[in-house]
């Protein structure tokens, strides 16, 4: 599971409700595209407000991204 928000506090929760999940946090639209490029996530919690991209252009990359250069299924 992947949580893209820039506050801290989203991820702590997610973990405490889902324990047994692996689950990484960016803070950032930024870091968000450069670790899908080498991560494959089966979820992507995504925050729409953020100071440097909404979570709709983050989206919308994402799916661009995939497009361009799709990562293999496990």
């Known amino acids: 599971i992947l949580v893209v928000d820039d506050i801290m506090l989203t991820g702590e929760y997610l973990n405490y409700l889902l324990p047994e999940q692996d689950i990484t946090q960016v803070t ?25 991209m909404n979570g709709m252009q983050i989206s919308t990359s994402i799916l661009e991204q995939e497009k361009q250069q799709p990562l293999p299924y496990l």
Do not use: C, N, T
């Open 28 to 52: 950032s639209g930024q870091k968000a595209l450069e670790i899908v490029k080498r991560q494959r996530f089966d979820l992507i919690f995504m925050d729409i407000q953020m100071p440097d």
